[in-house]
């Protein structure tokens, strides 16, 4: 291959390859909409670092994020957007090259 497009790797989303936001964006890729308390048990994350991971992904507009109350308690509900979606579906075909081109 003489052709320096041919040999390079793919680029990887490097903010949904971190490991906590990688949690994240999976678990709500198999879900509509989750809770703050469910992701934080599922991803084994504190309550802060949930959060913290939580607005990049929200900045970056991969995830939408709906405050309310219940019983005047909050309760937040996270949901990932079709540009997230789109950015976890493309990551993973991504991630699989990457590793398909891995020799055995």
Request: avoid cysteine; charge should be neutral; aromatic fraction near 8%.
């Given at each position: 291959?003489?052709?320096?497009?041919?040999?390079?790797?793919?680029?990887?989303?490097?903010?949904?390859?971190?490991?906590?936001?990688?949690?994240?964006?999976?678990?709500?890729?198999?879900?509509?909409?989750?809770?703050?308390?469910?992701?934080?048990?599922?991803?084994?994350?504190?309550?802060?670092?949930?959060?913290?991971?939580?607005?990049?992904?929200?900045?970056?507009?991969?995830?939408?994020?709906?405050?309310?109350?219940?019983d005047k308690?909050?309760?937040?509900?996270?949901?990932?957007?079709?540009?997230?979606?789109?950015?976890?579906?493309?990551?993973?075909?991504?991630?699989?090259?990457?590793?398909?081109?891995?020799?055995?």
């Amino acid at each position: 291959m003489s052709n320096d497009e041919d040999t390079r790797s793919p680029d990887i989303d490097k903010l949904i390859h971190e490991p906590a936001r990688l949690k994240i964006m999976a678990q709500l890729y198999v879900v509509e909409s989750a809770d703050f308390i469910f992701l934080m048990r599922r991803t084994q994350l504190t309550w802060g670092n949930l959060s913290s991971h939580m607005s990049k992904l929200e900045t970056a507009g991969y995830i939408e994020v709906e405050k309310e109350f219940v019983d005047k308690k909050p309760h937040t509900i996270l949901a990932l957007t079709k540009k997230g979606r789109a950015a976890f579906q493309s990551y993973r075909k991504v991630m699989q090259q990457v590793l398909d081109e891995i020799p055995e």
